[in-house]
């Protein structure tokens, strides 16, 4: 089954704590992005990736790292964690062209205390 | 600037009459338009999309939308609403001023609560 996998699902930590949320896709997509998403904030985007080891910053980088080793993986990194990183994460794939649908996967709900 | 609006936090409808989510954008090229539906506690889902050719665009579960250029508008309809279409609907478009990059505008949301 084609599909976009995080994990965990859920997380609870404490600040300053490294963190590091999975992201996985099965389709070979070129394209990967993370997105959180606040009430009233909608969807930011926070780093993508147009290919392994092309990454660049997306509207709100700060806080957040990310690598691309491989074509299928892009772990998004918080180093430092702060309360202000509560929030509910998305990391989503596509394949090729800026039209192309970008496919979601399930969120990671953060909190940081 | 480019923009999404969704103009409603909230629709409310009864089951069996038909639904309407709205949509207006701002852009600076020619519009590529989504719709994507979030249930909760899942991610966000395609619904369908404005690339070009027919107004009308039939999508998943359907839903359709139209695409009008002079009123800038996307909205989203279903002729006849099911309690499971009750979720969060996104509208988005293409960021031109993104480059390569292909990241999409969003608009905040619409709470779509289908009665039964």
Redesign the interface.
Known sequence: EAQVTQNPRYLITVTGKKLTVTCSQNMNHEYMSWYRQDPGLGLRQIYYSMNVEVTDKGDVPEGYKVSRKEKRNFPLILESPSPNQTSLYFCASSLGAGQDTQYFGPGTRLTVL | AQSVAQPEDQVNVAEGNPLTVKCTYSVSGNP?L?W?VQYP??????LL?Y?TGDNLVKGSYGFEAEFNKSQTSFHLKKPSALVSDSALY?CAV?DYNAG?????I????TSLAVNP
Do not use: A, M, T, V
Request: aromatic residues 28%; charged residues 25%; hydrophobic residues 35%.
């Open positions: 590529y989504f994507y506690n899942r991610g966000l889902q395609f999309k690339i996104f293409r390569n990059n292909r990241k999409l969003w608009g905040l949301g």
